[in-house]
């Protein structure tokens, strides 16, 4: 077949030869380019302009492990709790998702984001936390320009219902007391009274040194870098706490509690009677001075002070468990 060609013709051939690219596949992107620009030239190369400038941005993105890593460092000043979870959970995503932690964050949608929470964990507050973490991992990578958008901003959040916690019988008060004065010598009562009659968290009486006590004033005070949520705040000390205070009283610079707190936490409640066919209510100790405390005192506004609440909200829906409230006065003169 004999085809003549133009000197222009002939001297596109000739550019196309010097590219190194097959003249067939240049034509063909060709073609695509002038499709897209509706025909005109100028729009075309501004077609192709768009699109290098669109791979750019999808070719600068990092591995999910790697925006973890940066997250992470963002927040290194943020309390200990915090940085906590934000690496507890991001490892499990990893451990639970395989593949996750080399996928480029830029390349992984809503849908994923979804399935990954789900596979990862188990209840709706589990999943509630990690949706929030996980959104902060994005949302450090669209701050670095690894991706466009947050993808969890359009995972619909996990409904929790919440479930009033129950609260411990006077008897099992009684057992936790006595179990407190045994183990180690007392070394875990004063943690288990300020728990117990001061409703502070676990974690924030393991950041408490006795120089936070003053016995004169009947007051603990809870610095915000030791509060779960970043507050500081005035919490009283009630007769029976100040009984248990001043029989386990040691020098300012000492914490309330022993070293591995935590463990020495789940022992002393297994010698009361916790584990096995007995699980331990989480957070009974907050919950049962809550129920004693509006029994007794009669006012949400207190206690809210009192427990470090924004509102009373959690209060009213969750805390508080009236019907296990027996002899309230009693709890407070013990």
């Not at 009274?193 to 502070?200: E, K």
């Not at 509006?294 to 924004?310: K, P, T």
Request: hydrophobic residues 40%; glycine residues 6%.
């Amino acid at each position: 077949m004999n085809i003549e060609l133009s000197e222009e013709e002939m001297a596109a051939l000739v550019l196309l030869k010097r590219s190194g690219v097959p003249a067939l596949e240049a034509a063909l992107v060709a073609c695509a380019a002038i499709q897209s620009g509706k025909g005109r030239t100028k729009r075309a190369m501004r077609c192709i302009a768009a699109g290098a400038e669109e791979l750019k941005k999808q070719e600068r993105t990092v591995s999910f492990e790697k925006a973890v890593a940066f997250a992470l460092e963002s927040r290194r000043e943020r309390r200990v709790r915090t940085v906590y979870d934000f690496r507890y959970f991001t490892r499990r995503f990893m451990k639970r998702c395989p593949g996750l932690a080399r996928r480029k964050v830029r390349t992984i949608s809503a849908q994923e984001c979804a399935q990954y929470i789900e596979m990862a964990f188990d209840t709706p507050r589990q999943r509630q936390k990690a949706r929030l973490i996980l959104s902060g991992v994005f949302g450090s990578a669209v701050k670095r320009g690894w991706c466009s958008e947050n993808p969890v901003s359009k995972v619909e959040a996990p409904r929790v219902v919440e479930k009033q916690v129950p609260i411990l019988t006077p008897q099992e008060i009684k057992d936790l007391r006595q179990a407190a004065e045994r183990y180690q010598g007392g070394s875990c009562a004063a943690a288990m009274g300020m728990m117990l009659y001061a409703g502070i968290r676990p974690h924030e009486v393991a950041r408490l040194s006795w120089a936070q006590v003053d016995l004169r004033e009947q007051t603990i005070y809870i610095l915000p870098q030791h509060s779960k949520t970043g507050g500081a705040r005035r919490v009283t000390i009630h007769k029976p706490l100040l009984r248990i205070l001043r029989a386990h009283r040691r020098a300012d610079g000492e914490r309330i509690c022993p070293a591995n707190w935590l463990r020495h936490w789940r022992e002393l409640r297994r010698a009361a009677g916790w584990g096995g066919d007995k699980p331990w209510p989480q957070d009974a100790l907050r919950h049962t001075f809550a129920s004693y405390h509006l029994s007794y005192f009669r006012s949400y506004a207190e206690l809210q002070v009192e427990i470090g609440h924004r509102d009373a909200t959690l209060l009213r829906t969750r805390y508080l468990c009236m019907n296990g409230v027996h002899a309230s006065a009693q709890f407070w003169a013990v």
